[in-house]
């Protein structure tokens, strides 16, 4: 009863113990934004690579593709745990806006635009079509010409906020997209001055993946025109993907493993075929193998970002732990009177840790309550910083980040008061030990620890 | 000479300080006993040891060597338990610098020891009990006004009383009082001692510190302190 009696006299009586309840609301809330943000910001930019890929690519990076893809495509889909696949030619080539005459290198994929958004993520990302997205080809105006889907920013400039100003249908532009078809050999297929297919699409609508690189240097025409253009036709069609997604209950590595075991079981069957040479160059990856050249790099910046911020969590720890042993060293007086007339070294501890217990959860809950408060908020004080003095946290044009992340993980939560809870313990209980084992004159007399 | 006539011994008690090198022998071989019912006083210059002494007593500190025993048992320094029902049941201690706790409020400082013994379950039950014996000590010694008020509010003479009432709280075989009067003028030390006299002819046993030869010559017995020594008692 003395232990609820004192620490709770502590708690209200002493200013220190006010500015240790807001050292550790302040240091829980701070660390909850940071990690975030930051847990956000990596999980979003690995959400869209996964989304922009599938589950699972086979696939070659050679541009001459892949033969007999379709058979194999056929066989995937029909497996228990695969839930849908899309065949995508992949090429580069030039696109000159018409009327203009400046041309830009680009990367072209051929997709079937609704296998490709049940595989994808694709669906989700165009602006125009979103709800009948196999009219994505189907341009507004001269619906004679196929349809081409641009990266967003090709198409468009942000404003200063970042934010794209759509239009109510896609503005009447045509491009013209040229290719260099190459045999199966990977030879040009054409030679002298024709050696160059070109096709002109119109714009029917733009696709904002997130990516920076993708959405800007990337474009989507139909399957077919690809294949004609990059000369991939003709006989022993070619491809250059197939994205797979699995049913929701499989493991990646799972899945990717059995369709890695029919795609070997597939080459060894065809391996008579004509074209059988250019299976060689596939390979089977997860989504993450797949894009890893992306996402290697945000994971090593997310190894350097979690150690620069463990060492901002550790900071705050030891803050939280030489707050209370500072607050609990000046006690020492208290523990000599009280070990005086017969509490126990077990009842100092315990008086000690309720008092830091207490504080652990106001502070706690109330770094808890701020850190959600201010991320629910963090979007609009950002623009309002953005309109009221012109600041804006990150670029938007160069960061394809919409939206500061502000989805709170449990996970995270927990671990923050789990370890601002142990460094209140631990800073309450290292000083209260150490003068509960000496004896009651010499802690009172000392004064402090 | 354990003996039931005796409810404290002290026999060959050393004491030292250690400051570096140097060593400050206070104590160089304390013995006397004390019966029970006795009102002694120790008497003895400034720095003779008087404090440490009484410390060595009441099991707040610990002899170099020697024993103390409590009614005839050494106190036992290996068996915390016994050592802390020891410090909150059989005796009552009055530091000479009051040694109050600055939250509590004077009732709560004096009932503290009666709730340091009691769980939260039993102190629902026999809180009104201790409440009402802390406030009748503290009339007692002449604080019924202040009751409710912080130790940092009241003069040391008063602080002095709150810590008297403290040590009576649990009704102590023992009282030992580290100049219970230091602070008090004539009257009020004279309050104090007639206090102490009631309760020395109700039998408490009373073991006092004092530098003052007139306040000694009340109690029934003087042990002298002086070189580290009993030179008389
Ligand atoms: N913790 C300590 N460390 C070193 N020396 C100490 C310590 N405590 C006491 N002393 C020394 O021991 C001696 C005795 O101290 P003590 O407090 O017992 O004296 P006293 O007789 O009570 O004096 P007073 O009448 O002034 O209260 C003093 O010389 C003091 O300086
Ligand atoms: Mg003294």
Request: net charge positive.
């Amino acid at each position: 009863m003395y232990k609820i009696l004192l620490a709770s006299r502590y708690l209200i009586k002493r200013r220190i113990s006010y500015l240790a309840f807001l050292a550790v609301a302040l240091c829980v809330f701070i660390v909850i934004v940071v990690m975030t943000v930051m847990i956000g910001l990596v999980s979003d930019f690995k959400e869209k690579n996964h989304s922009f890929a599938g589950d699972c690519v086979v696939g070659t990076d050679s541009l001459v593709g892949f033969a007999y893809y379709a058979d194999f495509a056929d066989e995937v889909a029909k497996l228990d745990f695969v839930e849908s696949t899309s065949t995508v030619i992949n090429t580069y080539g030039l696109i000159n806006r018409s009327g203009t005459d400046v041309s830009r290198g680009v990367q072209i994929f051929g997709i079937d635009p609704k296998s490709h958004s049940l595989a994808t993520g694709f669906g989700r990302t165009v602006h125009y079509h979103k709800d009948d997205i196999s009219k994505v080809f189907v341009p507004a105006y001269d619906t004679n010409l196929p349809g081409c889907v641009l990266g967003i920013d090709m198409a468009m400039i942000r404003d200063l906020r970042g934010k794209y100003q759509f239009g109510q249908m896609p503005f009447n532009t045509k491009f013209s997209i040229s290719c260099f078809p190459l045999t199966a050999k990977g030879a040009l297929a054409k030679a002298g001055a024709g050696e160059i297919n070109t096709k002109t699409f119109s714009y029917s609508d733009v696709s904002q993946s997130g990516l920076a690189r993708i959405d800007s240097s990337l474009i989507y025409i139909p399957f077919e025109q690809a294949q004609l253009l990059c000369g991939m036709g003709g006989v022993d069609k070619r491809a250059s993907r197939i994205h797979i997604k699995f049913k929701s209950d499989v493991r990646l590595g799972t899945g990717t493993n059995k369709v890695g075991a029919l795609w070997r079981d597939y080459m060894r069957k065809n391996k008579d075929k004509a074209k059988a040479n250019l299976f060689e160059t596939v390979t089977v990856q997860t989504w993450k193998e797949h894009r890893r050249s992306f996402v290697a790099a945000m994971e090593k910046e997310q190894t350097v970002l979690t150690v620069m911020f463990s060492l901002v969590g550790i900071t705050t720890v030891f803050i939280i732990f030489v707050v209370f042993y500072m607050i609990i060293c000046h006690k020492s007086k208290d523990i000599g009177i009280l070990k005086s007339i017969g509490v126990s070294n077990s009842g100092i501890i315990g008086l000690f840790s309720s008092f830091a217990v207490f504080l652990a959860s106001l502070g706690s809950c109330m770094g808890v309550f701020g850190g959600w408060l201010f991320l629910r908020k963090i979007n609009s004080i950002e623009d309002w910083l953005f309109a009221r003095f012109g600041f804006q946290m990150w670029d938007r044009s160069i960061y394809a980040i919409g939206d500061i992340p502000n989805q709170i993980e449990l996970r995270t939560v927990l671990v923050i008061i789990i370890s601002a809870f142990a460094a209140c313990l631990v800073g309450a209980i290292v000083p209260a030990w150490q003068g509960a084992k000496l004896r009651p004159v010499e802690s009172l007399q000392v004064n402090q620890l | 000479m354990s003996n039931d006539k005796y409810i404290l011994q002290a026999e060959g008690i050393l004491k030292s300080y250690r400051m570096g090198a140097a060593e400050l022998k206070v104590l160089k071989g304390v013995d006397f006993a004390i019966e029970k019912g006795e009102f002694v006083a120790i008497i003895g210059a400034s720095g003779s040891g008087k404090s440490t002494l009484l410390h060595l007593l009441g099991a707040l500190d610990k002899p170099d060597e020697g024993v103390v025993k409590f009614e005839g048992k050494e106190i036992n320094w290996a068996n915390g338990k016994e050592l802390n029902r020891f410090r909150n049941k059989m005796v009552g201690f009055v530091f000479q610098f009051y040694h109050l706790l600055d939250e509590l409020n004077v009732q709560e400082n004096v009932y503290l020891p009666a709730m340091v013994s009691k769980s939260v379950l039993g102190w629902f039950s026999g809180s009104m009990v201790a409440k009402n014996r802390a406030k009748k000590l503290l009339c007692q010694l002449g604080l019924d006004e202040r009751i409710g008020h912080k130790p940092y509010q009241l003069s040391g003479g008063e602080r002095q009383r709150v810590a008297i009432a403290r040590a009576l709280m649990n009704e102590p075989k023992l009282l030992l009082a580290d100049e219970p009067t230091g602070n008090l003028d004539s009257a009020t030390g004279n309050g104090i001692l007639e206090v102490f006299e009631n309760l020395n002819r109700t039998g408490q046993t009373i073991v006092m510190v004092t530098h003052d030869e007139h306040i000694a010559a009340r109690a029934g017995r003087i042990i002298t302190l002086a070189d580290g020594k009993v030179s008389s008692s």
